[in-house]
């Protein structure tokens, strides 16, 4: 059974910074491109960053220069570092994991930015 377990959210303060992590099981990750969506209260998921199984990484234009995403195959764990955070990276922030045919989620963990 596919499983992703995602962790590091909380609240900080805007300026601050939090890493996410991502824990896969039950699959072959390395084959997996990885991605991180985030869904604000009263908004559709979006793709915040993804990483694909050769490293290569894209990002939304809200978040470069200031969120990271990297993966550690053989800890089958894709991370994504935000520093610099605002009040609008305020999300539920989700791991996916794809390749043809197959797509997988996590059940979120929430991100709040306020002083």
């Known amino acids: 059974q596919v499983q992703l377990v995602e962790s590091g959210g909380g609240l900080v303060q805007p300026g601050g910074s939090l890493r996410l992590s991502c824990a896969a099981s039950g699959v072959i990750f390395s084959i997996y491109h990885a991605g991180w969506y985030r869904q604000a209260p009263g908004k559709q998921r979006e793709l915040v960053a993804r990483?694909?199984?050769?490293?290569?990484?894209d990002y939304v234009d809200s978040v470069k220069g200031r969120f990271t995403i990297s993966r550690d195959n053989a800890n089958n764990t894709v991370y994504l570092q935000m520093n610099s955070l605002k009040p609008e990276d305020t999300a539920v922030f989700y791991c996916?994991?794809?390749?043809?045919?197959?797509?997988?989620w996590g059940k979120g963990t929430l991100v709040t930015v306020s002083s």
């Open positions: 990483i694909t199984t050769g490293g290569n990484t």
């Open positions: 996916n994991i794809n390749r043809i045919g197959l797509n997988f």
